[in-house]
């Protein structure tokens, strides 16, 4: 079976401190990867998406970048927190190729980042 | 204007009550509906998935999809304390998406004994 892992489950870091969150899938191959960020009672916005290795993909200009070293690995980064970064960031895989997939995404625990 | 407007809520039932969750939607290309359910401090879990207009059951859970409308609801039949949780809608365009998801913004619902 698939399982999606993200470490760590809590962060506090200081302002200007660099951020590496990391994801990882088990189970399947060449999954698509993503990283969405939770605003406290808000939705999630979508992040990153990887379809590969090496592939990256940004929907919002902003503090962050994000990396896929290896096919089931997916690291998001900082070289500087800003306040703003503060929230609950999720990692997610889902089967690629045809989107009508009947499995939707799988959502890994999630990342509590508090910058102070 | 947001893309998918979800009803904020928050909720607040007595168990056994019927729950109506609903969303909206601007894009006429979204093609794939979802709900998930979020427990506090935990990932989201998809609950149902369906791409036509109409209904699907599963359980206590109805999904319904009117894309006239551009109008998407989740139905709980008898709550119960357990469904108490944040419930997300969230839709996909399709076609060379990628599988990006849009969301709605959240429902909290809290049912009672």
């Known amino acids: 079976s698939q399982t999606i892992h993200q470490w760590p489950a809590t962060l506090v870091q200081p302002v200007g401190s660099p951020l590496s969150l990391e994801c990882t899938v088990e189970g399947t191959s060449n999954p698509n990867l993503y990283w969405y960020r939770q605003a406290a009672g808000r939705g999630l916005q979508l992040l990153f998406y990887?379809?590969?290795?090496?592939?990256i993909s940004s929907e919002v200009p902003q503090n962050l970048s994000a990396s896929r070293p290896q096919d089931r690995q997916f690291i998001l980064s900082s070289k500087k927190l800003l306040l703003s970064d503060s929230g609950f960031y999720l990692c997610?895989?889902?089967?690629?190729?045809?989107?009508?997939?009947?499995?939707?995404?799988?959502f890994g625990s999630g990342t509590r980042l508090t910058v102070v | 204007q947001k893309e998918v407007e979800q009803d904020p809520g928050p909720l607040s039932v007595p168990e056994g009550a019927i729950v109506s969750l609903n969303c909206t939607y601007s894009n006429s290309a979204f093609q794939y509906f979802m709900w998930y359910r979020q427990y506090s401090r935990k990932g989201p879990e998809l609950l149902m998935y369906?791409?036509?207009?109409g209904n699907k059951e599963d359980g206590r859970f109805t999904a319904q999809v009117d894309k006239s409308s551009k109008y998407i609801s989740l139905f709980i039949r008898d709550s119960q304390p357990s469904d108490s949780a944040t419930y997300l809608c969230a839709i996909e365009a399709g076609g060379t998406s990628y599988g990006k998801l849009t969301f709605g913004q959240g429902t909290i619902l809290t049912v009672h004994p």
């Open positions: 990887s379809v590969g290795i090496g592939q």
């Open positions: 997610a895989w889902r089967y690629p190729g045809h989107p009508s997939s009947n499995y939707g995404y799988t």
């Open positions: 369906t791409y036509s207009s």
